[in-house]
């Protein structure tokens, strides 16, 4: 299943509060365009349809077949005009109930592994606007747009999503969202300490490589002698292991010196190294 069915089957819930379901009614019957609402998922059907019957709204349920064993279920309703009175949804338990009837409707959420997406296809630009009024006096944050000749509401963030979730009921979904969030991070975070090391890596490769090239350059041309002796033993401690690091040479020399040592003894070598080719190129 999607992440999106997830959702809706966590909303189609029973609900024993009657006036709470008023509000589902309520919220549902704003949102059936044109007072029909088809989907192929069953248990929203068969949610919605139990839910506005027992609110008084008539209304009738079929079944249609679709390509491929598919099924389209429809809820239409003879009542109309139950949409069009709305209740007072000024409590955040009330708006929640309505906002799920709208989302079992007309509600879309991306799956988060994906993308942080989450919506309200309204088609009609007035309840659009209505319905993000009611969302901001509830103190969340949600955009208005159109697409393919409707409005729609959308939240691209993946704290507004959970808080939506969790508004509207879907705590388990609301969760996921955050773990996903979470996991997320951690894996960014990850990533980026790892792209550190290797950019790290990379650069002590290339200066030990560089710290070779000064050295057999020395000894080319004036021979290993040539070198003071705090020198040399740093410098063959240098060419025999490449892969060492300027504290692990420290430790190895005798008597041992600290890693900012081993640092300006190799300084040392390179400045000697650029003077002799200096002098050679002259």
Do not use: W
């Amino acid at each position: 299943m999607s992440f999106c069915t997830d959702i809706k089957n966590e909303l189609c819930r029973p609900e024993p509060d009657g006036a709470r379901r008023l509000y589902v009614a309520k919220g549902a019957a704003f949102a059936i365009n044109g007072g029909v609402f088809k989907s192929e998922n069953k248990k929203t059907a068969d949610y919605l349809y139990g839910t506005l019957t027992a609110c008084g709204c008539d209304c009738e349920q079929s079944c249609a077949e679709l390509s491929g064993k598919r099924k389209q279920y429809i809820v239409e309703l003879n009542f109309k005009e139950f949409a069009e009175i709305l209740p007072d949804c000024s409590g955040d338990a009330a708006f929640g109930a309505f906002l799920r009837g709208v989302f079992l409707v007309c509600g879309f959420a991306s799956d988060p592994e994906k993308e942080y997406q989450l919506e309200f296809f309204l088609r009609d630009k007035e309840k659009t606007s209505l319905l993000s009024d009611m969302i901001k006096e509830h103190g969340m944050s949600a955009r208005c747009s159109s697409r393919r000749g409707g409005s729609f509401i959308y939240i691209k963030d993946s704290d507004g999503i959970a808080d939506m979730l969790a508004f509207m009921g879907a705590m388990v979904q609301s969760m996921n969202v955050i773990n996903v969030k979470i996991y997320k991070e951690l894996r960014n975070k990850i990533n980026r300490s790892v792209n550190f090391e290797a950019a790290n890596l990379d650069k002590t490769v290339a200066a030990a490589q560089k710290q070779v090239e000064d050295i057999r350059y020395i000894i080319d041309k004036k021979g290993v002698d040539f070198l003071p002796e705090e020198l040399r033993g740093t410098a063959e401690l240098r060419l025999q292991s490449i892969e060492l690091s300027l504290t692990d040479i420290g430790k190895r020399l005798d008597p041992p010196i600290s890693r900012s040592g081993v640092f300006r003894r190799l300084k040392k070598l390179s400045e000697i190294a650029e003077d002799l080719r200096g002098k050679e190129n002259k």
